[in-house]
């Protein structure tokens, strides 16, 4: 039988006084919380898109095109 997974992106929220710990329980609270849906949790990957800019009104308000990154948690069952 063939692997189901699961992606899911994964930001941490924490405040000014907090640190890697917070990021780190929220990630844990993520995993934590799908494995007692049956999901095994694989890795964390880092995604890059690009995003293409914009040439506004002749050429007013033209934005650069960038590229971002974003953190995915996989998951397989």
Known sequence: MASEY??????????????SQQAAAQLEGLI???AQAG????????????VAGTPGCFGLG????????????VFRK
Request: net charge negative; charged share 15%.
């Open 39 to 50: 999901w095994e949790y694989v890795r964390l990957e880092s995604v890059e898109t690009f």
């Open 32 to 34: 934590q919380s799908h």
């Open 6 to 19: 699961k992606v899911l992106p994964f930001i941490a929220s924490i405040g000014t006084q907090e640190g």
């Open 62 to 73: 033209a934005t650069p095109a960038t590229v971002r990154s974003y953190s995915m948690v």
